[in-house]
């Protein structure tokens, strides 16, 4: 025969459970909070080294492609690569928990999710949009500037055709993918704002 | 606030909340190491907190709001890292539980249990469950997770039924 308790005494079983006992002194703390500093440097020096490495890219295209088309175009890709590597400054997060912990639970993970479906229906703007002249004159100064040398016209003309179509889908995947995940989020704020309401 | 009193703040907090932060910890995270980080992660919290704390609510509102609110960004962290669905108060009291009612018969194995079920649980169901559990009132709860005394009616409601059902089921059976 088995005995199971009340469920009061779940409760009681609960909180008489046995712990780890695991100390966190002041100093853990201090200690944590400088090496979350030092975690937040450390990605930002990161995103620095890759975005460094696009903007040489980029400014060898500047150099190497003929005509202006993709000259300017490799130039406003540059200017794309700072515009983003500045919003990802701006809106990656200072501290692990973000601020306003100790509002209300549920008012605090509506807040997160209302910050996570305004960054993925924001995306389109400040992620995708920004790339898009630099190859939208890319693509157009391949078209009618620069032709390669090793195919005939109209088959580099497909081939340009090819690559531009699989880019816009590319674009028009990550879009889609962003919309219906912040539609999802907004189906759960609209079942926390009940709850708050019933 | 100086830093010195937000250092003793935190120490009169961790002192008092320390044991039932722990337990929160383990209601949270399976993961050994993670818990521990886990538990890092909800002092720090607590510590940066206080440089903030103006008393508009009782201290141990402000510590569970602190520590549950940065539990469930650590948790959200990890399930989408690892794309995992969360189950609601409604789905559990639907599903079967699926474990032997003798083999869970000791008291490590009902923890075990219980932990497994609040882990399933997403914001603000495993919170309430975790609240309820602290002993804390549906008034506290209210307070604590700012849910309508409605939804936290219902929530205790339905948490009561499904404690009463996976852990009493098999014993009553056995009588």
Redesign the interface.
């Known amino acids: 025969m088995t005995t199971e308790p009340p469920v009061d005494d779940i409760k009681t079983l609960w909180r008489n459970q046995k712990t780890e006992g695991t100390a966190v002194t002041l100093e853990n703390v201090h200690e944590r909070a400088a090496k979350f500093q030092k975690r937040v440097g450390n990605r930002n020096l990161r995103e620095y080294i890759i975005m460094s490495f696009l903007v040489l890219v980029f400014g060898w295209y500047m150099w190497i492609f003929p005509g202006w088309m993709m000259k300017t175009g490799s130039a406003l890709s540059i200017a794309a690569v700072l515009f983003v590597a500045w919003q990802l400054y701006r809106r990656h997060p200072a501290q692990s928990v973000p601020d306003g912990s100790g509002m209300g639970l549920v008012e605090f993970h509506r807040r997160q999710l209302v910050r996570q479906r305004d960054l993925l229906k924001s995306a389109l703007i400040w992620y995708i949009a920004p790339f898009i002249p630099g190859v939208v004159l890319i693509t157009l100064g391949r078209w009618f500037q620069f032709h390669a040398p090793w195919r005939s016209l109209a088959w580099d003309h497909k081939v340009i055709i090819l690559i531009a179509v699989i880019m816009a889908l590319g674009f028009g995947i990550i879009w889609l993918v962003n919309v219906l995940a912040a539609t999802k989020l907004q189906r759960k704020i609209d079942e926390l704002d009940k709850l708050r309401e019933d | 606030m100086d830093g010195g009193s937000q ?1 003793e703040r ?2 009169g907090a ?1 002192a008092e909340y ?2 039932a932060l ?2 929160l910890a ?1 209601g949270y995270e399976a993961d ?1 190491d993670q818990r ?1 980080d886990l ?3 909800i ?3 607590l ?3 206080f440089a ?2 103006d008393g508009r ?1 009782s201290l141990r509102t ?1 510590v569970y ?2 520590a ?3 539990a ?2 650590h948790v ?1 962290r990890r399930r989408r890292a690892k794309a995992a669905k969360f189950t609601s108060l409604e789905e559990l009291e639907l599903i079967a539980d699926g474990s032997d ?2 083999q869970a ?1 000791g ?1 490590h194995q ?2 075990a249990r ?1 932990m497994t079920m609040i882990r399933a649980l997403g ?2 169901d495993a ?1 309430v469950m975790l609240l ?4 804390m009132d549906a008034a506290a709860i209210g ?6 005394a ?2 936290v009616a ?1 929530k205790i409601h339905r948490i ?1 039924a499904i ?2 059902k996976r ?6 059976n ?2």
């Open positions: 250092d935190y120490l961790a320390g044991p722990e337990r383990r050994p521990s538990l890092q992660e002092h720090l919290a510590w940066r907190s903030g704390f609510c402000w709001r602190v549950h609110n940065a469930s960004s959200l009612p003798e018969a008291e009902l923890l219980l914001p603000p919170q309820y559990l602290e002993d307070e604590i997770t700012g849910l309508s409605r939804a219902t009561k404690l009463a852990f009493q089921e098999g014993g009553r056995d009588h």
